[in-house]
């Protein structure tokens, strides 16, 4: 926490960054994800100094405890995705297998197919009524 910029003895990068931003007092709270550092929320104050209250600082500490719930929802949430994803792939490799075992093993009489319990999807390029559908 910096309550006046001008006050402190600044890294270069701090120096940079002042420079450029023009702040006068910032605070930062770090963010940890699966406890390791992932980043830093940042308030800062561009018109001059100032002393932060205790309840602002309590107030960007529940701030960043939020942000590391958000993030890792949105990773959980992707992890899930990914997951139906692959277990829906499986689930019809399985279907065409068990389509290809009963075909092999059923013997339509008379020339007929037989009764598939589902259907497949048409490849993306084939339409209703054109040469390719079925």
């Given at each position: 926490?910096?309550?006046?910029?001008?006050?402190?003895?600044?890294?270069?990068?701090?120096?940079?960054?002042?420079?450029?931003?023009?702040?006068?007092?910032?605070?930062?709270?770090?963010?940890?994800?699966?406890?390791?550092?992932?980043?830093?929320?940042?308030?800062?104050?561009?018109?001059?100094p100032?002393?932060?209250?205790?309840?602002?600082?309590?107030?960007?500490?529940?701030?960043?405890?939020?942000?590391?719930?958000?993030?890792?929802?949105?990773?959980?949430?992707r992890?899930?995705?990914?997951?139906?994803?692959?277990?829906?792939?499986?689930?019809?490799?399985?279907?065409?297998?068990?389509?290809?075992?009963?075909?092999?093993?059923?013997?339509?009489?008379?020339?007929?197919?037989?009764?598939?319990?589902?259907?497949?999807?048409?490849?993306?390029?084939?339409?209703?009524?054109?040469?390719?559908?079925?």
């Amino acid at each position: 926490m910096v309550n006046d910029t001008e006050q402190i003895e600044k890294t270069p990068l701090m120096r940079e960054c002042s420079q450029r931003s023009l702040f006068r007092a910032g605070m930062g709270i770090g963010l940890r994800l699966n406890g390791e550092m992932f980043g830093v929320l940042i308030a800062q104050q561009c018109c001059g100094p100032r002393q932060w209250e205790p309840f602002e600082i309590e107030l960007m500490e529940q701030l960043a405890t939020q942000v590391e719930i958000a993030i890792q929802q949105g990773q959980l949430y992707r992890q899930v995705q990914t997951f139906a994803a692959n277990l829906e792939c499986q689930v019809e490799e399985r279907t065409a297998e068990l389509h290809a075992a009963d075909a092999r093993t059923s013997k339509p009489e008379s020339g007929e197919r037989p009764a598939s319990p589902c259907r497949l999807p048409r490849p993306a390029d084939s339409y209703p009524g054109d040469a390719n559908g079925v």
